[in-house]
């Protein structure tokens, strides 16, 4: 039996109002889907079905295992997909816009289908949200949540599919288109939209809103930049590593932002900066870019 069985035959909880342990997951995980912390520590557990037959699911280091269980044959043997941080976090953003924490049952029937999901965090305790097949079908909303969690479980993630065709390409002809992409991200003119959203079609969709975001306070009422910037690598790519049709990197160099007020005057910054990027497929794309600057340049090309 799955570790997801254990304690399915208590009382479901019938408080509508979040227990403290729920009220803080769910800032944890509000948090996670906006971009805040680190995934690694989080893991999320599914149990779909009854107590003779059911499947589960466990989303964890950067994986979801999946496992059938019949009690009349032996457990089939489980597989695995990849799953990245950016989709783990989509899959949060998902699940906070339906109100995941509405999904709590109030009866429990023996050998009754059930859908559960649990989060474990770091020093969290952890929370569960169960309901009885007859309670989710009969509530849209609840119906909603559980369709969220099954699509991403059953449905080949961006690593998986891609693994094959990004093995096959030459690692060091990887990291030059992507810093390419990454150079012509980073460069931009001062209210100039076209010079920002060049390098659009070279991203994930979500991870280009995810890099909009962090500079949307930054931007005009049009979608213009209200400052130019300019990257200029300083080295080779640092710690490059490639697993399961990802790849992920570090590019050294130096960040210029310089920004031009109505009467002309013009103010420029310049900071040592490292570039962590992470890419998937064939053509490549970027899934993931987040600038790091650590004090202004001087005669030291990189921050190490």
């Given at each position: 039996?799955?570790?997801?069985?254990?304690?399915?035959?208590?009382?479901?909880?019938?408080?509508?109002?979040?227990s403290?342990?729920?009220?803080?997951?769910?800032?944890?995980?509000?948090?996670?889907?906006?971009?805040e912390g680190?995934?690694?520590?989080?893991?999320?557990?599914?149990?779909?079905?009854?107590?003779?037959?059911?499947?589960?699911?466990?989303?964890?280091?950067?994986?979801?295992?999946?496992?059938q269980?019949?009690l009349?044959?032996?457990?089939e043997?489980?597989?695995?997909?990849?799953?990245t941080?950016?989709?783990?976090?989509k899959?949060?953003?998902?699940?906070?816009?339906?109100?995941?924490?509405?999904?709590?049952?109030?009866?429990?029937?023996?050998d009754n289908?059930?859908?559960?999901?649990?989060?474990?965090d770091?020093?969290?305790?952890?929370?569960?949200?169960?309901?009885?097949?007859?309670?989710?079908e009969?509530?849209?909303?609840?119906?909603?949540?559980?369709?969220?969690?099954?699509?991403?479980?059953?449905?080949?993630?961006?690593?998986?599919?891609?693994?094959?065709?990004l093995?096959?390409?030459?690692?060091?002809?990887?990291?030059?288109?992507?810093?390419?992409?990454?150079?012509?991200?980073?460069?931009?003119?001062?209210?100039?939209?076209?010079?920002?959203?060049?390098?659009?079609?070279d991203?994930?969709?979500?991870?280009?809103?995810?890099?909009?975001?962090?500079?949307?306070?930054?931007?005009d009422?049009?979608?213009?930049?209200?400052?130019?910037?300019?990257?200029?690598?300083?080295?080779?790519?640092?710690?490059?590593?490639?697993?399961n049709?990802?790849?992920?990197?570090?590019?050294?160099?130096?960040?210029?932002q310089?920004?031009?007020?109505?009467?002309?005057?013009?103010?420029?910054?310049?900071?040592?900066?490292?570039?962590?990027?992470?890419?998937?497929?064939?053509?490549?794309?970027?899934?993931?870019?987040?600038?790091?600057?650590?004090?202004?340049?001087?005669?030291?090309?990189?921050?190490?």
């Amino acid at each position: 039996m799955s570790a997801l069985g254990v304690g399915l035959i208590q009382s479901p909880l019938a408080a509508r109002e979040l227990s403290v342990n729920e009220s803080h997951m769910k800032e944890r995980i509000t948090a996670l889907s906006q971009g805040e912390g680190s995934v690694a520590d989080l893991r999320i557990e599914l149990y779909d079905g009854g107590m003779a037959a059911h499947r589960s699911y466990l989303i964890a280091d950067e994986k979801i295992i999946k496992r059938q269980w019949n009690l009349a044959r032996p457990p089939e043997k489980h597989d695995e997909l990849i799953v990245t941080d950016n989709q783990i976090r989509k899959l949060l953003r998902d699940l906070v816009e339906k109100q995941y924490w509405t999904f709590q049952g109030t009866r429990f029937i023996p050998d009754n289908t059930i859908f559960l999901f649990r989060f474990y965090d770091k020093d969290l305790p952890s929370v569960d949200y169960r309901c009885d097949v007859n309670e989710y079908e009969s509530s849209p909303e609840r119906s909603a949540i559980r369709s969220v969690l099954l699509n991403f479980v059953t449905t080949d993630s961006v690593g998986l599919a891609s693994s094959a065709s990004l093995s096959a390409m030459n690692q060091a002809a990887i990291v030059d288109s992507v810093q390419e992409i990454v150079v012509r991200a980073l460069d931009f003119n001062q209210d100039d939209r076209e010079s920002l959203t060049d390098a659009q079609a070279d991203f994930t969709p979500d991870d280009w809103s995810e890099f909009i975001k962090h500079i949307g306070g930054w931007l005009d009422d049009k979608g213009a930049p209200t400052f130019s910037s300019n990257f200029t690598p300083s080295g080779s790519a640092l710690d490059i590593s490639q697993a399961n049709g990802v790849i992920r990197f570090t590019i050294p160099g130096i960040l210029k932002q310089q920004s031009r007020n109505v009467s002309g005057g013009v103010s420029t910054t310049t900071y040592r900066a490292e570039i962590d990027a992470q890419a998937v497929g064939d053509p490549v794309k970027i899934e993931y870019l987040k600038p790091r600057t650590c004090g202004g340049a001087s005669t030291v090309p990189s921050c190490r």
